[in-house]
C-alpha cells in the first residue's frame, strides 16, 4: 500500500500487511480504526501545540534571520546543549551539509560558518572540539530553556572561562537561546547584554528543531531555512488536509503503530539507508522515547506505556542487528528510510577478467546496490513476518527534511492522544536532573537521602 498524489516524501506500508506478511491484520482490518485516528488529529490541530504554531506565525524564523548579518562575521558556531537543544542542529547539519563540511576551508564553504555541537561533558570529547576551533572567530551558542540544565551550563563555566583566559570579552561571542523572561541565562544576558534567541513558551525541546533552537546553526552554515519552513508548512497542510484518511500516510502510519503497541510490539527500529539521515534515528529515538514512554496516563491510571526506538544504519546493521529482526521475538516494528537520488555517484567497474561470482556487481553503482540491500532486506523480514514499511526521499533538501520532520513531530502527538498520555512532558528526566544537582551539592526539596542513596550496595 503506497499513498498517492503529490508530495515530497513517499510512504510504502507494503509489507504490514496480511497481504504480503501472510499474518498480521488486512489493509481493511487496519482502517475500522480510521475514525479513532482522524477524531485524535484534528483534535491534535485543534489543540494548536507551539510546533505547529510558530509554522503559521513565522516568528522563529523572522527572529533568527533578524541576526543574519551579526553571524557572519563568525567562522564557527559550536552549539552548547543536549538532548533536544543538540539533536536538531546534528541531524540538519549532516543531513543538509553533509560529513566534509567542517573539514572545508572558508573559501570553499564560501563563508559560511563550520558548525559543531557540544553536548556531553565527556572531558576527551569536549578536548577535540575546543581543540579544532580558534576562539577569536567563534560564536558560541548556549541552548538552554530552563537556563539551568546541568550538562549545557558546565560546558557554558567552561567556556566562558577559556574565553577570559585568551582575554577574549565572552560578551562578543556568546548568544543565549533560552526562556524569554526566566532562568539563569536569561539572568545573565539581562545583566551583560549579552545577545538573546527566545525559545518559545510553548514548545518543548525535542519539538525544537524548526525552532530559535536549530535555525540559527543551520542558517550559519548556509541552510536554506525558508525552504525548510516551507518543505513542513506544504507537509502539515497535506497531513493535516487529507481528505481521504486512507490516502493519508499519517493515519496509516499512526493506526500502524498503535496497533503494535497494542500488540505488545514494544520496539520501534529507524533503520535509515543513508549516513546523512542517519542522525535524523537519533532526533527520533528523543522524540518517540521521551514523548510516549510514560508511566500514567491523562486519567491517573498507571499504564507505563510506550515503545521503545532504535536506531540501525543500512547496509551496516544488516551484518549486526537484522538476524535478530528476522528470527528474533517478532516484537518489533521496523522502518526504513530510502534516498532515491543521492548527491554523489560511486561506478563499480566493468572489468572482463571480474570472477564469476562477481559479475552481478560489474557495471552497476554504489546507489543501486544500497537500494537493492534495502529490498532485499525488506523482503527477507516479510518472508518471516516482521511488519516493515519505508520512507522514501527522493532526494534529500531542505524541502523534504521539512516534510520529514513534521510528519514525525504530528505523528508523535497523534500517538499521544491515541494513548491517552502527555506526549509533551517527561517527569522521568526531571526526576534524574534534580538527582545530578543533589549529588554535586545542590538542595532540591522533594529529593530526600534514601531516593539518592542506594539500599543496598553490592560492588565487587
Known amino acids: 500500500m503506497s499513498t498517492r498524489g503529490e508530495q515530497v516524501l513517499k510512504f510504502d506500508f507494503s509489507n ?3 497481504e504480503n506478511l501472510g499474518t498480521g491484520i488486512t489493509v481493511s482490518e487496519l482502517l475500522t480504526d480510521v475514525n479513532a485516528v482522524t477524531h485524535s488529529l484534528n483534535y491534535v490541530v ?4 507551539g510546533f505547529l504554531r510558530i509554522l503559521k506565525t513565522n ?9 543574519e548579518k551579526w553571524i557572519q562575521k563568525f567562522d564557527t558556531i559550536v552549539v552548547i546543549g543536549i538532548g533536544g537543544s543538540a539533536l536538531g542542529n546534528r541531524a540538519l547539519h549532516s543531513a543538509l551539509k553533509g560529513f566534509s563540511w567542517n573539514d572545508l576551508s572558508n573559501k570553499q564553504r564560501e563563508g559560511k560558518a563550520r558548525v559543531f555541537v557540544l553536548d556531553n561533558v565527556d572531558p576527551e570529547s569536549f578536548k577535540v572540539i575546543t581543540d579544532k576551533i580558534d576562539f577569536k572567530n ?6 538552554s530553556k530552563s537556563g539551568s540544565t ?9 567556556i566562558r572561562q577559556m ?4 582575554g577574549i570579552p565572552p560578551k562578543e561571542h556568546l548568544l543565549f537561546t533560552t526562556d524569554s523572561k526566566k532562568g539563569a541565562l536569561r539572568e545573565i544576558a539581562n545583566k551583560e547584554d549579552i545577545k538573546t534567541l527566545n525559545i518559545p513558551h510553548d514548545v518543548g525541546g525535542r519539538f525544537s528543531v524548526l525552532t530559535q533552537v536549530a535555525l540559527l546553526s543551520a542558517m550559519a552554515e548556509g541552510i536554506n531555512i525558508e525552504d525548510l519552513y516551507k518543505g513542513a508548512k506544504k507537509a502539515m497542510r497535506k497531513y493535516i488536509s487529507c481528505e481521504k484518511p486512507e490516502e493519508n500516510p499519517l493515519v496509516v502510519a499512526a493506526l500502524l503503530f498503535y496497533r503494535s503497541i497494542k500488540e505488545n510490539k514494544n520496539i520501534s527500529v529507524m533503520m535509515p539507508y543513508s549516513e546523512r539521515l542517519y542522525n535524523f534515528a537519533d532526533w527520533y529515538r528523543q522524540l518517540w522515547a521521551e514523548s510516549l514512554g510514560k508511566r500514567y496516563d491523562l486519567d491517573g ?4 506505556i510506550g515503545q521503545t526506538p532504535v536506531k540501525a544504519l543500512g547496509a551496516i546493521d544488516q551484518h549486526s542487528q537484522i538476524q535478530l529482526y528476522n528470527e528474533g521475538p517478532n516484537d518489533k516494528i521496523i522502518t526504513f528510510i530510502k534516498v532515491n ?21 560489474g557495471d552497476s553503482d554504489f546507489s543501486s546496490l544500497i537500494k537493492r540491500e534495502l529490498e532485499g532486506t525488506a523482503a527477507a523480514l516479510t518472508n518471516n513476518g516482521v511488519q516493515n514499511m519505508t520512507v522514501i526521499f527522493d532526494k534529500i533538501n531542505e524541502s523534504s527534511t521539512g516534510d520529514f520532520i513534521m510528519f514525525y513531530e504530528l505523528l508523535t502527538a497523534v500517538m499521544g492522544k491515541l494513548l491517552n498520555i502527555d506526549p509533551y512532558n517527561q517527569p522521568g528526566v526531571e526526576l534524574g536532573k534534580k538527582i545530578t544537582r543533589v549529588l554535586m551539592g545542590k538542595e532540591e526539596e522533594d529529593i530526600s537521602e534514601k531516593i539518592v542513596k542506594a539500599k543496598r550496595r553490592y560492588l565487587l
Open 16 to 18: 504490514c500487511f496480511k
Open 46 to 49: 485543534e489543540s494548536s501545540p
Open 59 to 67: 516568528e522563529s524564523l523572522n527572529e533568527v534571520k533578524s541576526l
Open 138 to 143: 567563534t560564536l558560541f551558542n548556549v541552548i
Open 150 to 158: 546541568v550538562e549545557t551550563m558546565a560546558n557554558y563555566l567552561v
Open 163 to 166: 574565553l577570559e583566559n585568551r
Open 301 to 304: 491510571r498507571k499504564v507505563n
Open 341 to 361: 537520488t543521492f548527491s554523489n555517484e560511486v561506478k563499480l567497474p566493468d572489468y572482463i577478467n571480474i570472477p564469476d561470482e562477481l559479475q552481478y556487481l
